[in-house]
């Protein structure tokens, strides 16, 4: 298509004037116009070409309808992105959500199951006037023996069996999990099951021995529980835990358990409570666990 041509002029006027007259060097000068009427009058000539849009898109051609599809395709996948983004967003909170219903149930209903055995044992056992000190004791010290134990035992199993024959199970613990639930809790349902038989038997019976057997199992209620928090909750995150984030030990404790899942000195730590004091005793570890206690409350302070 051909151009289009324009044209326009623009008169410019020209004055000149002459030099002072007279001899007079305190008068006042006056100035005289040699032609006030005497303009030049010169045209300015101005061409302006203009191209049409169809002209202008042959000229650019290629390389104009290449940056607009990069761009057009950057935006694109732009918003792809920021739509995957937010999907997964949403996913995470629901399944934090649905895990933090059940570890609240489950937490409430061990807990009032837990005080009620606990009540109606003793006050069943005590209704003909003596007192079961002997029991009492017994129940109450195996509750604490057997939660320390738990920490020893998980340790070992998490070791010769976790990472080792079971590890197609516990493996869904060291990736990414897909839902609110991985394969890897099957192991605190098998954990809860000799609780269970413990504490029935302990509280549908009487003497020394039902009552240890009712303390071993009150105690691995407990432990289950406090591994639950600390383990899911501060640890991984699953569920926020509150205040629990900010007792010192337990920073410590949910740094060496990340320092874990790391591999960084062969699987160590391989227990939870006891973690820290378990990087005690290898080289190196000590400094690892610091600066990961760091990243993690650097990490927590943006979160905030």
């Not at 007259?21 to 045209?43: F, T, Y």
């Not at 080289?283 to 610091?290: K, N, Q």
């Amino acid at each position: 298509m051909a151009a289009r041509i324009s044209f326009a002029t623009a008169p410019r006027a020209t004055l000149r004037h002459a030099p002072f007259l007279g001899p007079k060097p305190a008068a006042i000068a006056s100035l005289h116009w040699i032609s006030r009427s005497e303009r030049r009058r010169r045209p300015n000539l101005t061409v302006c070409f203009v191209l049409e849009d169809e002209k202008l898109r042959a000229i650019n051609g290629p390389e104009a309808e290449e940056a607009s599809g990069g761009v057009g395709r950057a935006i694109s996948l732009a918003e792809s992105v920021a739509e995957k983004v937010a999907e997964k967003m949403a996913r995470k909170k629901s399944e934090r959500f649905t895990y933090l219903v059940a570890a609240v149930m489950s937490s409430f209903g061990i807990t009032s199951m837990a005080v009620m055995a606990v009540y109606y044992r003793f006050a069943w056992h005590m209704e003909g006037g003596e007192i079961p000190y002997t029991e009492m004791f017994g129940t109450f010290a195996l509750s604490v023996g057997a939660a320390v134990g738990m920490e020893f035992w998980a340790r070992w199993a998490h070791k010769a069996l976790w990472h080792a024959s079971l590890w197609h199970m516990h493996e869904s613990h060291h990736k990414p999990r897909e839902g609110p639930f991985e394969l890897n809790d099957v192991f605190a349902i098998i954990n809860a099951v000799p609780a269970i038989a413990l504490l029935s038997y302990g509280f549908f019976h009487t003497g020394l021995v039902p009552g240890l057997c009712f303390g071993a199992g009150l105690g691995i209620t407990v432990f289950g529980m406090a591994y639950m928090f600390v383990h899911d909750g501060l640890v991984h995150r699953r569920f926020p835990v509150g205040p629990i984030a900010e007792v010192p030990y337990f920073r410590r404790v949910a740094a060496a358990h990340q320092i874990h899942h790391t591999d960084k000195f062969d699987g160590v730590p391989y227990g939870l409570f006891l973690g820290p004091k378990e990087l005690e005793e290898v080289g190196g570890g000590v400094p690892e666990l610091e600066e990961e206690i760091d990243k993690r409350m650097k990490l927590s302070k943006k979160c905030r």
